[in-house]
């Protein structure tokens, strides 16, 4: 017989978990109010107080979205999961993408393309740069495919992709267009329904101030036809608009079990789309795009250089910051940290090495902590003799 072994047995200790100040691309610090909401008992998710809870997240969900969408909920998994679901749920095998790829957003949108049996057709560009109506006009013309994904916000290079106009081309086409808004919704102006746009997806722990795991998705009316069109099933069954739709009661009325969500999280998200909602909207973006400004008048005065040179193509959410020749960045990153208790990020995929990366987001977009992140450069910066 089997004998239980004590080899990895936790030792009896308490975990000190930090507590920094995240500037990063996120997770941002969620809103104390959120968090406060995640510590309350635990409801079952089939309890009858959970449902009028589901129906207001779906409600806060929809003011965010800006959009009248029925299937708008919030997907239980991370935003990278929820571009897996759009994968599963749009594309048969077979049928074809169109990828806007200037980072690493687009490049996993084609890799869980392929995975799933997909053709992909990329519109490449170079980190920092986004492609033209006319860019994407041309190719919507050429292969009429199924979908075209597009990032509204590519975190790993800082850049804004422009959507006015494009949801209008691609149904021209029988294009069904999908936007991935992870690190934009609620930071930089969004409209799913003005836009026409068929699918989005975004995250819970960048602007909209709650922590990761419940990730907002809304389906057009459109993209529902298609999915319940479709030859074959979607192939995850956790990811499945229809099936996650029943219990969240936009897929017929009786709520049955799909799945158990994250409850807490969902307290938490109900907590700040309320918060989101006291400020609004338009506040919101404001709030955003001014610290963006404050940003770079304090980096300006440093020296540090935009890593996106049309300021028209940069977000106000994620930052990107050129490292300057000769600077050692993990320095100044460790610097900040053991220093100053605050997050600085390094780039990603293609930016790696390249950049600093700087997130305004949600609870952490404010003056004050864009003078400490100000801070922390210019003292990474003379630590380092830049100054
Ligand atoms: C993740 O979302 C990142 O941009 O680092």
Redesign the pocket.
Known sequence: DAAVSDANKLEKKHFEIPEPLMMG??PSNPYPRANDAMSKALLGHMHAPMFPLMDEIQTGLKYVLQTENEATFGLSASGGAAMDAAVSNLLEPGEKAVVSVSGIWGERFTEKCLRHGAEVVQIRKEAGLTPSFEDIEKVLEEEKPAVLFLCHGE??SGTKQKLDGIGELCHKHGTLLVVDT??TLVGEPFFTDAWNIDLVYSGAQKCIGCPPGLSPMTYSARAMEKVMSRKSKPDIFSFDVTEVGRQWGFNGDKRPYHHTPPINIMFAMREALQIVSEEGLENSWNRHLNAHYQLWEGLDKLGLKPFVKNPEDRLATVNCIEIPEGLDAGKLIANAFDKFNLEI?GG?GGTAGKVFRIGLMGYNCTPRNVESVVTAFEDGLKQQKFL
């Open positions: 691309p996120g975190s790993s992870v690190c990020s990603l």
